[in-house]
C-alpha cells in the first residue's frame, strides 16, 4: 500500500515536471502566426502605398502636361488673295490677333472660345503675316508667314550715299507712299502722278526701311529693305572766275585719299591720313577743261564730282 503510494506521489511530480516543462513556451504556434500576418498587412499596405503614388504621379503628369498644351494655328490659302485662319485648343482662348507686317494688331473676337476661323484678304506686293494666340491658363503661341501677290505698283531701292533713293512706279496713278526707319513714326509723301523718286536721309548703321505704297484703287505694297547707313565725303568744285578750279573735299570721320582727272588724261593722288578737310587749286587753261574729283573716307566709301569750264583763248 505504501509503495502504491509512493508510486502516485512519484507519478504526480512527473507530470508536474512535464507540465511545467511544457509551459515555458506557451502557444508557441499562435504567436508566429500573428507575426506572419502581422508582416503580411504591412506588405500589403506598403503595395497599395506604392500603387497609389505611381497612380498619383501619372495623374499630376498627365495634368502637367494637358496644361502645358499649346493652341494650333492652321493657314489655308482659299483664294488667290484670301486666306483662312483657324485655330484650335483644349481650353478657352484669351485673345487672338493678327497684323500685317509692323502695322497695328488687329484682334479677333475670341472670348470663351475654344476654336475660331477667321478669312483675311492678302494685300498686294510682299507681306509678312504675323499672328498671336494666348489662352486663360497664360499659354501663348506665334506664327509667322511671307506672302507675295503680284500687283502693279514697282519699288526700287537705290543707295546714294547719306540717303537711300525709293523708285515707285504705277500703272495706276499713285495717290501716297509712307516710309518709316524701324519702328519710328511713318512720314507720308503725295503723290497724285504715276511715277515718283524720293530721298530718304539713312541714319547710321544698320537700320529697316519700310515703304508702302498706295494708289487711287486703293491698291497697297509694302516693301521693306535693310538698309546700312554710311557717310560719304562731301566734294564742292567751284572755280575762282577763269584762273583755277576750287576743289573742297570734307568728311566727318576722315579722309583717306584723294585723286583727281584733269582732261580724262592727267591724273592726280594724294594720301590724306584722315584729314577731314582738304582744298585744292588746279590751273584752268585755255579752251575747254574737264575736271573729276574722287574722295575715299577711312570706311573706304567714295564720292564722285565732276565739272567742266571752257576758257575763252585770249
Same mark, same amino acid.
Given at each position: 500500500?505504501?509503495?502504491?503510494?509512493?508510486?502516485?506521489?512519484? %507519478?504526480?511530480?512527473?507530470?508536474?515536471?512535464?507540465?511545467?516543462?511544457?509551459?515555458?513556451?506557451?502557444?508557441?504556434?499562435?504567436?508566429?502566426?500573428?507575426?506572419?500576418?502581422?508582416?503580411?498587412? /504591412?506588405?500589403?499596405?506598403?503595395?497599395?502605398?506604392? /500603387? #497609389? =503614388?505611381?497612380?498619383?504621379?501619372? %495623374?499630376?503628369?498627365?495634368?502637367?502636361?494637358? +496644361?502645358?498644351? @499649346?493652341? =494650333?494655328?492652321?493657314?489655308?490659302?482659299?483664294?488667290? +488673295?484670301?486666306?483662312?485662319?483657324?485655330?484650335?485648343?483644349?481650353?478657352?482662348?484669351?485673345?487672338?490677333? %493678327?497684323?500685317?507686317?509692323?502695322?497695328?494688331?488687329?484682334?479677333?473676337?475670341?472670348?470663351? @472660345? @475654344?476654336?475660331?476661323?477667321?478669312?483675311?484678304?492678302?494685300?498686294?506686293? @510682299?507681306?509678312?503675316?504675323?499672328?498671336?494666340?494666348?489662352?486663360?491658363?497664360?499659354?501663348?503661341?506665334?506664327?509667322?508667314?511671307?506672302?507675295?501677290?503680284?500687283?502693279?505698283?514697282?519699288?526700287?531701292?537705290?543707295?546714294?550715299?547719306?540717303?537711300?533713293?525709293?523708285?515707285?512706279?504705277?500703272?495706276?496713278?499713285? +495717290?501716297?507712299?509712307? %516710309?518709316?526707319?524701324?519702328?519710328?513714326?511713318?512720314?507720308?509723301?503725295?503723290?497724285?502722278?504715276?511715277?515718283?523718286?524720293?530721298?530718304?536721309?539713312?541714319?547710321?548703321?544698320?537700320?529697316?526701311?519700310?515703304?508702302?505704297?498706295?494708289?487711287?484703287?486703293?491698291? =497697297?505694297?509694302?516693301?521693306?529693305?535693310?538698309?546700312?547707313?554710311?557717310?560719304?565725303?562731301?566734294?564742292?568744285?567751284?572755280?575762282? #572766275?577763269?584762273?583755277?578750279?576750287?576743289?573742297?573735299?570734307?568728311?566727318?570721320?576722315?579722309?583717306?585719299?584723294?585723286?583727281?582727272?584733269?582732261?580724262?588724261?592727267?591724273?592726280?593722288?594724294?594720301?590724306?591720313?584722315?584729314?577731314?578737310?582738304?582744298?585744292?587749286?588746279?590751273?584752268?587753261?585755255?579752251?575747254?577743261?574737264?575736271?573729276?574729283?574722287?574722295?575715299?573716307?577711312?570706311?573706304?566709301?567714295?564720292? /564722285?564730282?565732276?565739272?567742266?569750264?571752257?576758257?575763252?583763248?585770249?
Amino acid at each position: 500500500m505504501l509503495n502504491q503510494i509512493l508510486s502516485v506521489e512519484r %507519478y504526480d511530480k512527473d507530470n508536474n515536471k512535464k507540465q511545467k516543462v511544457r509551459n515555458t513556451n506557451p502557444k508557441g504556434p499562435i504567436e508566429i502566426n500573428k507575426v506572419v500576418k502581422f508582416f503580411s498587412i /504591412v506588405i500589403i499596405l506598403f503595395g497599395i502605398l506604392i /500603387v #497609389g =503614388t505611381g497612380s498619383y504621379s501619372m %495623374y499630376k503628369k498627365s495634368q502637367q502636361e494637358t +496644361a502645358n498644351v @499649346k493652341p =494650333t494655328i492652321h493657314v489655308e490659302e482659299i483664294a488667290q +488673295a484670301a486666306i483662312l485662319l483657324r485655330i484650335n485648343h483644349n481650353k478657352q482662348l484669351s485673345k487672338v490677333t %493678327y497684323k500685317w507686317n509692323n502695322g497695328s494688331d488687329i484682334e479677333i473676337e475670341c472670348e470663351g @472660345k @475654344k476654336e475660331i476661323s477667321q478669312e483675311i484678304e492678302i494685300p498686294k506686293g @510682299k507681306n509678312v503675316l504675323s499672328v498671336y494666340v494666348s489662352d486663360i491658363s497664360g499659354q501663348e503661341v506665334k506664327f509667322e508667314k511671307q506672302y507675295k501677290l503680284d500687283a502693279n505698283i514697282n519699288i526700287k531701292f537705290e543707295n546714294e550715299g547719306k540717303y537711300t533713293k525709293v523708285i515707285v512706279t504705277g500703272e495706276e496713278e499713285l +495717290a501716297y507712299l509712307t %516710309y518709316r526707319w524701324d519702328d519710328q513714326e511713318e512720314t507720308r509723301v503725295e503723290i497724285n502722278n504715276t511715277e515718283i523718286e524720293q530721298k530718304i536721309e539713312t541714319p547710321m548703321g544698320l537700320h529697316e526701311l519700310t515703304v508702302i505704297v498706295v494708289d487711287t484703287n486703293n491698291q =497697297t505694297v509694302t516693301e521693306t529693305k535693310n538698309v546700312q547707313g554710311v557717310m560719304k565725303p562731301n566734294i564742292e568744285v567751284t572755280t575762282d #572766275g577763269s584762273s583755277n578750279f576750287i576743289v573742297k573735299a570734307t568728311d566727318e570721320k576722315g579722309l583717306k585719299r584723294i585723286e583727281i582727272i584733269l582732261d580724262e588724261t592727267k591724273k592726280y593722288k594724294s594720301d590724306l591720313d584722315g584729314q577731314k578737310e582738304v582744298e585744292y587749286k588746279i590751273p584752268i587753261k585755255e579752251g575747254q577743261n574737264k575736271i573729276q574729283v574722287t574722295a575715299y573716307n577711312l570706311d573706304d566709301i567714295s564720292e /564722285v564730282s565732276k565739272k567742266k569750264v571752257t576758257k575763252q583763248v585770249q
